[in-house]
T-cell receptor, first 115, second 114 residues
Framework: NAGVTQTPKFQVLKTGQSMTLQCAQD?????MSWYRQDPGMGLRLIHY???????DQGEVPNGYNVSRSTTEDFPLRLLSAAPSQTSVYFC??????????????FGPGTRLTVL | GENVEQHPSTLSVQEGDSAVIKCTYS??????FPWYKQELGKGPQLIID?????GEKKDQRIAVTLNKTAKHFSLHITETQPEDSAVYFC?????????????FGGGTRLMVKP
């Protein structure tokens, strides 16, 4: 199993450009999430999905769109990049939780710089 | 919503010493508390987790304790080694939440000096 994979590893954008960060998992997990990591702030949830065709907003959704057409893929779209979106982005996946949250597995991250 | 605070933000220890990182949470409904280790340029990796039905869990040199009354939990690393140097994150989650959403602490940079 490759686990959770993300592409690209690094990206530089100019303000106003658009791009898509790719995320894929091969563990047949129902849940997938996108987090951003900023210095001193831990990881903050952007969007999440509980299955194909179902997405919802997290703590910091503004400026980002997501879709989930298959179980395996969960792309994150920046429609008009802003310097405030300079960050490291992590995708995560997990099985559906029960009484307790199930373990989340993280990808290696995409480091995005917006000039 | 849930708020998780983590202390200290940096911790420097001598090889072989113990390291303790503490977290507090605000929502009494949280019942799952994972700890992640993040090495430079990599994604967070789960090292240990604890559920609210137990007070302590141990895995070799790593242990986590949970005090539900005080709403705090701690990571203990004994006999530290240079390869333990990394950033550690605590997190909290409410069970049965759609998406298995985690709220993270701000992270602790642990440096183990040989």
């Amino acid at each position: 199993n490759a686990g959770v994979t993300q592409t690209p590893k690094f990206q530089v954008l100019k303000t106003g450009q658009s791009m898509t960060l790719q995320c894929a998992q091969d563990m047949n997990h129902e849940y997938m999430s996108w987090y951003r990591q900023d210095p001193g702030m831990g990881l903050r949830l952007i969007h999440y999905s509980v299955g194909a065709g179902i997405t919802d907003q997290g703590e910091v959704p503004n400026g980002y769109n997501v879709s989930r057409s298959t179980t395996e893929d969960f792309p994150l779209r920046l429609l008009s990049a802003a310097p405030s979106q300079t960050s490291v982005y992590f995708c995560a996946s997990s099985r559906a939780g029960t009484q307790y949250t199930d373990t989340q597995y993280f990808g290696p991250g995409t480091r995005l710089t917006v000039l | 919503g849930e708020n998780v605070e983590q202390h200290p933000s940096t911790l420097s220890v001598q090889e072989g010493d113990s390291a303790v990182i503490k977290c507090t949470y605000s929502d009494s409904a949280s019942n799952y508390f994972p700890w992640y280790k993040q090495e430079l340029g990599k994604g967070p990796q789960l090292i240990i987790d604890i559920r609210s039905n137990v007070g302590e869990k141990k895995d070799q040199r790593i242990a986590v304790t949970l005090n539900k009354t005080a709403k705090h939990f701690s990571l203990h690393i004994t006999e530290t080694q240079p390869e333990d140097s990394a950033v550690y994150f605590c997190a909290a989650s409410i069970g049965n939440n759609a998406g298995n959403m985690l709220t993270f602490g701000g992270g602790t940079r642990l440096m183990v000096k040989p």
